[in-house]
């Protein structure tokens, strides 16, 4: 077990509290805390060592689109053409990659890695790409994780076309064979995005919707069985709940994890 989670055993040992009620937290690229488990997701699979490869960021012109959704449609189709063209002029791509970034001013960017070893010019990249400006460099012997830091530049609002979406939005896309390890259940081409997908959806979802949902939902954690945990629907808000209860004198683990007695936890869900 790492430090973390022994120090949240001994804050538990303090009370006499029955249970934990935990704050849910999806694997999914653009929440805050979740965003930390799409990166997990992408170490256990062996992400491969980039030293040498060919590092694309592909812009767009905003003055080329009448909205940020129209911006991101028209990207998300180009970005595997740019590779195609690469390959029939030449260019031997053996694995490649995409992550979707998105400006202060709401309109999408993407970064590419490229395995290759010839040098590809900005000039053709730009060419190709043909919705705004490329800029092309080799990766030096570094860290990757710098590219999963976030989504939104500099951690802000998610946009309101991005909450509105009617589809999964992809974060993150990798060639066959990317990885060392295939993806969970079979497949290389796994989704590698919002994953928290308990359940078929019935309808298409917003990342709006989910995050609505997301809010309303908690994990019950006994101290008898500290490892197992019970997926609840609460009455509102765990963010309001555990602010609510901190007021008012109560004890917390931290803003994600707060100690109450079972009366407590059956007070907090919302039962059918």
Known sequence: MNEGYWKYLRRLARGTED??????????WWHPQGIRKMVKRLEARGFPWLKGWLFFT?????????????????GKDRLRRVIYELRKRGYEIRRHAFKLELQGNGYPHWHMLV????????DLVTELWGLGFADVKRIKPTKWRYLFKYVVKGGGEIPQWVLDYPKRIRVFQTSP????????????????????????????????????????????RFRQRIQSTQKVTLRERFKDMIFDHAEKGGRVLDWFNLPLSTQQIIQCIKLP
């Not at 592909?58 to 449609?73: N, R």
């Not at 395995?115 to 900005?122: G, L, N, P, V």
């Not at 919002?194 to 309303?216: C, G, I, M, N, Y």
């Open 58 to 74: 592909l812009t767009v012109d905003p003055k080329k689109f009448a909205s940020e959704t129209d911006a991101f449609e028209a």
């Open 177 to 220: 064979g990317f990885f060392a390890k295939p993806a969970p259940g079979g497949g290389e081409r796994k989704r590698e995005d919002e994953a928290d997908q308990d359940k078929p959806e019935a309808k298409p979802e917003t990342l709006a919707d989910k995050f609505s949902r997301w809010a309303v939902t908690g994990h019950v």
């Open 115 to 122: 395995d290759s070893r010839a040098f590809i010019s900005e």
């Open 19 to 28: 249970a934990v009620l935990s704050a849910h937290i999806p694997a999914c």
